[in-house]
């Protein structure tokens, strides 16, 4: 099924990350003004999104055709909670740029039929033609989007509980650990797949464990992110510290 080797850009830190995966970013809108992203959250891609502001605002890089679809949001937080996805992507991205918000694309946590949320995200996935470059994080467990060890290759977008090492990781981010929802939404792994292009960015030493089994281990379900073997164009950007187990 592996066509072509993940390629692999280690930058020298997490600035040169923002800027090198911006600039793949602004090339391909560029190019392809009305193309469709995949989006993440998390605190990795926020120097990406605020070097494509500065595109925007400094060289008129325009996101007035462009759609965009989340990777994920947590069940339970309505969209204007502080700490929804949809509320990140608005403060941190979309309210500096010309996207049209009805064209992003987030998955609704407080949906009141939350099967049916994942249908309709799945059916506009594919209206809109398929993914042409998603943007993906690592978990320190290797997860990608909410897709936590143990999920399949052929998954979908649907509800999943976060394991209890995401809850800590995520915790940071709430008030209490408690407040921390203890399940999601999100893209499967074979929806993630079928994105033309993709793009991960990992920065820190953090994740360099799961960056090493993603890139070089087996492809395996205890390790999500290994599954990006199996897709013809995906690229890693990484700093130095999260390039250093794949030393020696
Ligand atoms: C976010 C997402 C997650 C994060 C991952 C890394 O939409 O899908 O998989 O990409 O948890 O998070 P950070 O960047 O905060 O280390």
Do not use: W
Not at 164 to 171: A, C, E, P, R
Request: net charge positive.
């Amino acid at each position: 099924m592996k066509n072509i080797p993940i390629k692999l850009i280690i930058c020298k830190d997490k600035s040169e990350v923002a800027k090198k995966s911006a600039d793949i970013f602004a090339d391909e809108i560029r190019n392809n003004p009305s193309m469709v992203l995949g989006l993440a959250t998390g605190s990795t891609p926020i120097d990406m999104y605020k070097e494509l502001i500065r595109l925007h605002k400094k060289e008129g890089l325009d996101f007035s055709k462009v759609v965009s679809f989340n990777l994920d949001e947590y069940l339970g937080l309505a969209p204007d909670h502080n700490q929804s996805y949809r509320y990140f992507m608005d403060n941190t991205f979309f309210n500096h740029i010309n996207i049209k918000k009805s064209n992003t694309y987030v998955l609704n946590g407080l949906s009141k039929n939350p099967e049916e949320e994942c249908k309709k995200f799945e059916n506009a996935i594919k209206k809109s033609g398929g993914i042409d470059l998603q943007l993906l994080g690592i978990g320190a467990n290797g997860h990608i989007a909410f897709n936590e060890p143990g999920s399949s290759l052929n998954s979908r977008t649907r509800i999943v509980d976060l394991t209890q090492k995401t809850i800590n990781d995520n915790s940071r981010f709430f008030e209490k650990k408690s407040d921390v929802p203890c399940q999601a939404l999100t893209m499967g792994i074979a929806s993630i797949l079928e994105s033309k292009k993709i793009v991960l960015l990992a920065t820190g030493e953090g994740k360099s464990t799961a960056v090493k089994k993603a890139l070089n281990g087996p492809v395996t379900s205890k390790v999500p992110a290994s599954y990006l073997q199996n897709h013809i164009d995906c690229t890693f950007i990484i700093d130095k510290a999260a390039a250093l187990k794949l030393k020696g």
